[in-house]
């Protein structure tokens, strides 16, 4: 599939379409408008010819859907009850995913121990948005005693749920009204039928619950509001809320993303229409200085965008940065594959390694991505592959020879282990990249390398060493290791001094 105008002529034509369809609240809602490509895959069936069709079944779903939804939340709001947020406090808006829940309380997997060091007077929050809703369950069972993390719906009252859901029910469809052309043919019926599917299927949902949750936060006036910036439609609606109110608001990005992530590369009109509309926060944080000019080079945001910090790692370093662990030369016959986010790519990737390496002297542990508790592949896997959890840190490179991936960012994480990384390539595909500024050694392979390195396996020639201190220099220059307090506070607590 040819990707050459991704990034260009087809970025610029989503972002016309929700220009024209500025004020309108169920278009700043909808993943479609806010490129999030991942979700819908829209450039993919405009270039296959493939308008998804079948969507009766949906049509007559969504009734039972939104009221669902609506049960859900009701019982939600009776089992954690109702909280009151710290006036002029700090809010982190959130994610409870698995790992917030593995432990024996409750943790912010995102922004870690960043909430409680900026404030020694526990004027600091963190609002958690479940992936899944079964999480709750484990949520609550572990949320003992005084604790500054709660579940975002917490703020919401009974009749603002009940007027979400409504409001949702009867002005969530976006629908274009021009037509647009791409590529020489006319994609509108390609446009609204996704719009329609964002609607029908609740993709929407989330930015309209936001809608509600954000202006319950701003009514508490806190000083400020930070969010795990991924540009997505929900956080615009956030960012326009709180901006309105007089709230500054920080966006942090969390551990990476790769070039197919349309959200994170706007262009000139989405910063004009962002300038214009309050849809973006006051200040962009990454976690190192190749995020900060892979987004400044490649996209065009009407903030500054700052290097601040990885939060989420836990590595050994120093006052260089990360240490990198020197590589094993021995031959273990062992590799792992850490899975991105899109689960609309898991069978292939598993298919394609089970030609490879299936029943083979070569042993494959299949790491999911950690937003997923479990995984139902529907597949029988061979008896040399495995699904693993957690790694060891400290035993990794004396048990893994390689590790494959793809849009995930253990790949790069697996080099400071002293173990080499590639990525994959989905049927060819290499715009899924997350190595930026990476010349080490051929970082993309495909299915007939696969093959070749499965060979230097069981013959034991695969070179498994690298250069500690170019590998040293690249890591350090994509995540930066000790992050800027003072920085951070500066933006956070208006306290500028500080710089």
Known sequence: MDYSDYHTSYNELLSQVADDLSGSFAALSSPTLSKQETVTHLYKRVLSDNLEGGLWLDIILFPPKIFYSFLRMIFMFFLLGKITLPKGGVVFRSWLEPKCVNSDEVLDEHFRKLPDMISSSNNAISLLHPYDYKLIAS???????????????????????????????????????????????????????????????????????????????????????????????????????????????????????????????????????????????????????????????????????????????EYRKDKQGYIIQQPIKKIYKKVLYAFPVHLSQYKEIIKDLINVFGESDVVVDLKFHPQYKSVNLGLNLPSNFNIVGCVDQRTFRFTYDFVLFNDNSFGLESLILGVRSYQYAVNDFGIDDRFFYFNLWEKFIKKDDLAQLRLQLSNSSLDKNFDINEVRSFINSTYKSHYDLDLFKAWTLYDFAAL
């Open 139 to 313: 949520y609550y069972k572990k949320k003992k005693g005084k604790n500054n993390k709660f579940i975002t719906i917490s703020v919401l009252g009974f009749f603002q749920i009940v007027k979400l859901h409504i409001d949702y029910a009867f002005t969530g469809l976006a629908k274009a009204q021009k037509q647009y052309f791409f590529r020489g043919k006319n994609i509108t019926k390609f446009i609204n039928r996704s719009l329609l599917i964002d609607f029908l299927r609740l993709r929407s949902f989330t930015a309209y619950q936001e809608k509600y949750t954000a202006k319950k936060i701003a009514s508490f006036s806190p000083k400020s509001y930070v969010y795990v910036f991924e540009n997505q439609s929900w956080e615009k609606v956030a960012c326009n809320v709180m901006r309105r109110a007089g709230v500054k608001v920080i966006g942090v990005q969390g551990s990476g993303f790769s070039p197919i992530f349309l959200n994170f590369l706007p262009t000139k009109l989405d910063a004009i229409m962002a300038a214009r509309n309050q849809l973006s926060p006051d200040v962009i944080f990454t976690v190192g200085d190749s995020f900060t000019k892979m987004m400044n080079e490649n996209g065009c945001y009407a903030v500054p965008i700052l290097s601040f910090g990885a939060l989420r790692f």
